[in-house]
Structure formats: structure tokens, C-alpha cells
């Protein structure tokens, strides 16, 4: 059972950066792909970035290409968000999820997709 932990949410004022952690435990962190939502009050929950769980390769939400970038260190079960330039429109809880990956093709912006989940991080972007 896999377990994941977000931690490096907060308050920050416009065009300020965060760095988000996702420290997973309980299997094999190499074999999931993870990744990023986040939901802001009274929306649906939307997909931020993902990392694949073999080759790196990394995927964004066209609202936060270029400012903020994906990574993941397997040697340490952790993967990261590192938030630039954040926006108002930014603020929302910040959820990391992994989908266990070895083997299967997925659509890694689909929520549905990923069977694990963090309890979230709150990100508030003041303008």
C-alpha cells in the first residue's frame, strides 16, 4: 500500500515561488508514475504535471508550462514541484498521486487514472 505525503504548501505573495515534496512510502517508488493535481474551491479537481515513472519524460497543464517544473529522486521516494512566478489564479490545494506503472500505458492528466493519493497542500497566492 502505497502512502504519500505533501509537504511545502504556504502563502506567498504574486510572481513568488514555492518548491512542493511528495515523499511516498510502501512500494517500489520506481515502478509509479506520479503526479500533480490541484482543485481550488468550488472547482473540479485539474491536472497540473506528471513524470513518467521510467524514462523522466514530464508533462504540463498548458497554464503552468514554464513556470513550474516536475522531478522526482527514486533514491529517495520523493518527488517535487518547484512553483515559479505563481499567480492568483495558482491558489488551490495541491494534491501529488502515483499509479502503479510498470507495464501499462496511462493518460497521465486523468485523476482517474492514478490509485493513490496524498491528504494535500494548500498553496494561496496573494495579489
Same mark, same amino acid.
Given at each position: !500500500?502505497?502512502?504519500?505525503?505533501?509537504?511545502?504548501?504556504?502563502?506567498?505573495?504574486?510572481?513568488?515561488?514555492?518548491?512542493?515534496?511528495?515523499?511516498?512510502?510502501?512500494?517500489?517508488?520506481?515502478? &509509479?508514475?506520479?503526479?500533480?493535481?490541484?482543485?481550488?474551491?468550488?472547482?473540479?479537481?485539474?491536472?497540473?504535471?506528471?513524470?513518467?515513472?521510467?524514462?523522466?519524460?514530464? &508533462? &504540463?497543464?498548458?497554464?503552468?508550462?514554464?513556470?513550474?517544473?516536475?522531478?522526482?529522486?527514486?533514491?529517495?521516494?520523493?518527488?517535487?514541484? !518547484?512553483?515559479?512566478?505563481?499567480?492568483?489564479?495558482?491558489?488551490?490545494?495541491? &494534491?501529488?498521486?502515483?499509479?502503479?506503472?510498470?507495464?501499462?500505458?496511462?493518460?497521465?492528466?486523468?485523476?482517474?487514472?492514478?490509485?493513490?493519493?496524498? !491528504?494535500?497542500? !494548500?498553496?494561496?497566492?496573494?495579489?
Amino acid at each position: !500500500q502505497v502512502q504519500l505525503l505533501e509537504s511545502g504548501g504556504g502563502l506567498v505573495q504574486a510572481g513568488g515561488s514555492l518548491r512542493l515534496s511528495c515523499a511516498a512510502s510502501g512500494g517500489t517508488f520506481s515502478t &509509479y508514475g506520479m503526479g500533480w493535481f490541484r482543485q481550488a474551491p468550488g472547482k473540479e479537481r485539474e491536472f497540473v504535471a506528471a513524470i513518467s515513472w521510467f524514462t523522466g519524460n514530464t &508533462y &504540463y497543464a498548458d497554464s503552468v508550462k514554464g513556470r513550474f517544473t516536475i522531478s522526482r529522486d527514486n533514491a529517495k521516494n520523493t518527488m517535487y514541484l !518547484q512553483m515559479n512566478n505563481l499567480k492568483p489564479e495558482d491558489t488551490a490545494v495541491y &494534491y501529488c498521486a502515483a499509479k502503479y506503472a510498470l507495464g501499462t500505458s496511462y493518460d497521465v492528466t486523468e485523476a482517474y487514472e492514478y490509485g493513490y493519493w496524498g !491528504q494535500g497542500t !494548500q498553496v494561496t497566492v496573494s495579489s
